[in-house]
């Protein structure tokens, strides 16, 4: 167990020194984490509506941190260019990512076009039975994100490295809070840039 907790910690570290430098993205993460945090409890009451929120909120807000804020070039702090960092990285890399996105993004397209999904689901009649459709569809999409590619990890990795990845997606927005509280307000300070270089992992 505690080499597994070590796993998920190394993830986590990871993420942030590589991923995370920019104060406006941490922001945005944190904005994110809350609204995963409120997309989790919807889970238990609605979960199209979990999707929807979690899609359309979280991974918006996440995601355009990482595209239009965070640094694209050499990382001096740590010393690796942003393509290294990309070819290591353990979950969705930029080109994963923009696949998925494309995906997310044609799912309303297909149920526009065809309710049905060509025979497969009872067509939605009205609009809001058309976002509870999508809902539903875009939290499948996150939940087999998630899922294969926690399998993919086992056979280019191994399980406990898959089990860890997937364990530090779902505790993200636990995490992302915990670290990135204090953004904004170094963001209103004037800081850029995390000086992760003078931390340590914990």
């Keep these: 167990m505690s080499q597994f907790i070590d796993q998920v910690r190394t993830l986590q ?13 941490q922001t945005l993460h944190l904005i994110s984490a809350v609204s995963f945090l409120v997309a989790y409890g919807l889970l238990f009451v609605d979960p199209a509506l979990a999707g929807i929120v979690g899609w359309v909120v979280g991974m918006v807000t996440r995601q355009s941190g990482h595209i239009f804020f ?5 990382d001096a702090i ?5 393509a290294h960092k990309e070819s290591i990285k353990v979950g969705y890399n930029m080109q994963r990512k923009a696949i998925l996105i494309g ?3 044609s799912i309303p397209v297909v149920l526009w ?5 060509w025979g497969l689901i009872k067509p939605a009649i009205g609009t809001q039975a058309y976002w509870h459709d999508v809902g539903l569809a875009w939290l499948a ?6 899922s294969l590619r926690t399998v993919h990890l086992f056979f280019i990795r191994s399980p406990s490295w898959g089990l860890a990845w997937a364990a530090k997606i779902l ?6 809070v915990t670290i990135y509280w204090r953004s904004p307000i170094a ?3 004037g800081e850029m840039l995390d000086p992760i270089n003078g931390e340590v992992k914990n």
């Design 78 to 82: 740590n010393g690796v260019s942003d």
């Design 113 to 117: 076009l065809s309710p049905e999904v």
């Design 70 to 74: 965070e640094p694209r070039t050499f």
């Design 13 to 25: 570290w990871d993420d942030h020194r590589y991923y995370h430098q920019s104060r406006i993205n």
């Design 187 to 189: 963001l209103i300070h």
């Design 141 to 146: 999409l996150g939940i087999a994100g998630v």
């Design 103 to 105: 995906i997310w993004l």
């Design 171 to 176: 505790l993200d927005p636990f995490h992302n």
